[in-house]
């Protein structure tokens, strides 16, 4: 069974950064794709951003150039850097992983979610 856990959500400034992590814990070996989708009041939840265990990596649109993601694959952990945050930002995040793997075991679809961590972008 995998697990997600996120932190480092909160209340920031406009203009201001936040940093988020997900670190996955369970008999995982590797993760391919990682990332963060988020959900505002009324909306729907949307992809933020991706990465695969190759490096490639994936970005909405409204967030280029203002977020970063990476990965420590050794440690399944994602990081989510958020710059220059806006009230439109706003929203819980969440952290995802679509497939896993253990040591010797093949690849399994996972679709596993996080419990969430909010994000508020307000003066």
């Known amino acids: 069974q995998v697990q997600l856990v996120e932190s480092g959500g909160g209340l920031v400034q406009p203009g201001g950064s936040l940093r988020l992590s997900c670190a996955a814990s369970?008999?995982?070996?590797?993760?391919?794709?990682m990332g963060w989708y988020r959900q505002a009041p009324g909306k729907q939840r949307e992809m933020v951003a991706v990465?695969?265990?190759?490096?490639?990596?994936n970005y909405a649109d409204s967030v280029k150039g203002r977020f970063s993601i990476s990965r420590d694959n050794a440690k399944n952990t994602v990081y989510l850097q958020m710059n220059s945050l806006n009230p439109e930002d706003t929203a819980v995040y969440y952290c995802?992983?679509?497939?896993?793997?253990?040591?010797?075991?093949?690849?399994?679809?996972?679709?596993?979610w996080g419990q969430g961590t909010q994000v508020t972008v307000s003066s």
């Open positions: 995802y992983a679509d497939r896993v793997r253990g040591v010797f075991g093949p690849w399994k679809q996972c679709d596993c």
């Open positions: 369970g008999s995982i070996f590797s993760i391919s794709g």
């Open positions: 990465m695969y265990s190759s490096g490639s990596t």
